[in-house]
């Protein structure tokens, strides 16, 4: 078979397998409107795919003059993908099939000794989330893991990365595909949760969407023209190193950013102990700005002005439509309320900033997403010029969330 014939062989799959994604049930003739196929092309593809696994034959259209016609969709559970949220606290581990839906989620704390301890961690929960559902192990094909740091392409490991001990000094992606037995694909997870709600969030339909998410530490993913922004080195989005807020030119900045040191959890808490004199949790210190403790509120009102120079940064080189806040702190309508009144005060164009609709779960979702993609790519045309293959119809009320 030629070059030129495998090429277009592969265009016509990914076509057909596409129509079936987006409108299965559907006929051949459908498939045929649709794609400009012959119907002899179209028997053809769906009857290798039926043979594959992949779709099946799954009733007749009714209703209709004349005869009826034999409709195929996609086959769900004919592989999985594992989806994982790795923090430096916590990982979470869903399973999703190829129509996205979410059939397992668990959590646990994460291994403190990092490296492959971590690895070994992941694969364990991921394997044991399939078996609590009865998934046969081989139909796990891939799994996206959302990591805090920035993913280097060229030796594997994680950089920027300091809550997960080892990442940076190690193969992480072969690790993880020892680990497996599969193909693993590393993202940032603040990048993976800008996918996650502009799939099925706040951002759906958004094309320039920014997310930042604010707990511990403070991250940013970033969508510009309805693409994902990863930068040269997969960085785009460390918010926590824009150079304000705390002195950039301390050691201290350079390790975890004077973003960060300004506007993240222990910002919060040093700023209300020199303020009142004394320590308070950032939950206390929300709850007594909520009672009318003068000093909780300034610490609020400060974080939030840094904050709100920080969205403005980010709206001047983006120009964002939208800005989605997450995180534990992020999340908060108190911090919230008060960007919103602070950011038109330091920018000049209008910014929609919400809470995240998806909360902790955003990652997960994104990762499910991108695995979803990658996984349809590799089996209906990867290898075709522009093979990104669009996602499935999906709605949150479709996700099956089975927490253990």
């Not at 690895?119 to 081989?138: F, G, K, N, S």
């Not at 610490?299 to 983006?318: H, N, Q």
Request: proline share 5%.
């Amino acid at each position: 078979m030629s070059e030129t014939i495998r090429i277009s062989r592969k265009f016509s799959q990914r076509a057909v397998m596409e129509a079936i994604v987006q409108n299965g049930p559907i006929s051949r003739a459908s498939i045929a409107k649709q794609t400009g196929l012959s119907k002899q092309t179209i028997s053809e593809i769906v009857r290798q795919l039926e043979l594959s696994g992949w779709v099946r034959e799954t009733g007749r259209t009714s209703g209709h003059i004349g005869r009826t016609a034999v409709t195929y969709e996609l086959i769900p559970d004919a592989a999985y993908i594992a989806a994982v949220d790795l923090g430096g606290t916590k990982v979470r581990v869903a399973i999703a099939d190829l129509a996205f839906q979410v059939f397992a989620e668990e959590m646990a704390p994460t291994d403190p000794r990092g490296g492959r301890f971590v690895v070994d961690q992941i694969a364990t929960m991921c394997r044991e989330a399939a078996d609590h559902l009865d998934i046969p192990r081989e139909r796990l094909r891939m799994a996206v893991i959302g990591v805090p740091g920035a993913p280097d392409d060229a030796s594997g490991a994680v950089l920027l990365a300091p809550n997960i001990a080892g990442f940076g000094a190690m193969n992480v992606v072969a690790a993880f595909e020892e680990a497996f037995g599969f193909n693993v694909i590393l993202e940032n997870d603040v990048n993976l949760a800008v996918l996650g709600e502009n799939w099925l969030g706040q951002g759906q339909g958004v094309d320039n969407l920014a997310y930042i998410a604010i707990g511990t530490g403070i991250g940013g993913g970033l969508m510009v023209g309805g693409q994902l922004v990863r930068g040269a080195a997969n960085a785009a989005g460390e918010l926590g190193f824009l150079p304000f807020g705390a002195d950039p030119f301390e050691p201290e900045s350079l390790r975890t950013g004077a973003f960060e040191r300004a506007v993240a959890s222990f910002a919060i808490i040093e700023r209300y102990r020199v303020l009142a004199g004394e320590v308070a949790t950032v939950p206390a210190i929300f709850e007594r700005a909520g009672q009318g403790d003068a000093h909780a509120s300034q610490v609020l009102d400060d974080t939030a002005r840094i904050l709100a120079r920080g969205i403005g940064a980010i709206s001047a080189i983006a120009n964002p439509e939208k800005v989605i806040m997450g995180g534990s702190i992020g999340l908060r309508p108190e911090l919230i309320e008060r960007v919103k009144t602070f950011l038109p005060a330091c920018f000049p164009y209008p910014v929609q900033i919400e809470a995240s609709a998806l909360g902790a779960r955003a990652a997960i979702i994104g990762a499910a997403a991108i695995g979803l993609e990658h996984m349809h790519n590799a089996l209906f045309g990867a290898d075709t010029p522009d093979g990104r293959m669009s996602l499935p119809p999906a709605e949150m009320s479709s996700l099956k969330e089975v927490v253990r």
